[in-house]
């Protein structure tokens, strides 16, 4: 596998998306999102499974949306939070709402301890990738030198410390959120100690 091989879908949802999340998220968990989709598509890619491409694109664009304050709640965690905003930017799109449904069951699916690649395989793929790139798990999935030719073209940018810090202040602000049982779970260490920052 090459990155060369992983095509970004053309579609105008994912060309809208992207700008909504170069938009609004910073530099270091834009790249997150990108390389999200990447990881994803590369493995589903190798692995023969079936899936979406552009269903994964956008909820790759979308799944961490919701940690940025423009669209941060005050009542529910990150995650459902980034599904609402998910299926009110796929309605914007047109899509049906069984595909809006699809989509925010994988953006939601991403922080799942475990995903049912048959129901929801964007979802597996989106939890997959995303605990790759935030926690180092999976890390056998590709070669070090696909790993390090993603990294070169999508640079972490001190990713680690952002996106911790972002997880701290969901725990701290919503106990029952899934970022505070991942605090809870000790997430903080695997972050720090992410292979793909080595």
């Known amino acids: 596998m090459t990155f060369d091989a992983i095509k970004m879908p053309d579609t105008p949802a994912c060309a809208t998306a992207l700008e909504v999340a170069t938009a609004y998220c910073s530099p270091a968990l834009l790249n997150h999102s990108i390389r999200a989709y ?8 190798e692995q023969g499974i079936d899936f979406d491409p552009e269903l994964l694109y ?5 799944h961490d949306i919701a940690l940025m304050p423009e669209f941060d709640s005050h009542t529910v965690g990150f995650d459902d939070a980034s599904g609402h905003v998910a299926w009110v930017f796929a309605a914007g799109a047109g899509w049906p709402a069984a595909r809006r449904q699809r989509l925010v069951e994988a953006v939601v ?4 301890d475990e995903v049912d690649v048959t129901a929801d395989p964007e979802g597996f793929l989106l939890e997959r990738s995303t605990s790759l790139d935030i926690s180092g798990r999976y890390m056998d999935d590709f070669s070090d030198a696909f790993k390090a030719e993603v990294l070169e073209v999508y640079p972490r940018l001190g990713i680690a410390e952002e996106f911790l810090g972002c997880f701290r202040d969901q725990a701290e602000r919503k106990p029952e959120s899934s970022a505070a049982a991942a605090i809870r779970n000790d997430i903080a260490q695997r972050i720090l100690t992410n292979g793909l920052d080595a």
């Open 38 to 45: 990447v990881w994803a598509a590369a493995y589903g890619t």
């Open 58 to 62: 956008v909820a790759a664009m979308f």
């Open 109 to 112: 699916a991403h922080m799942l």
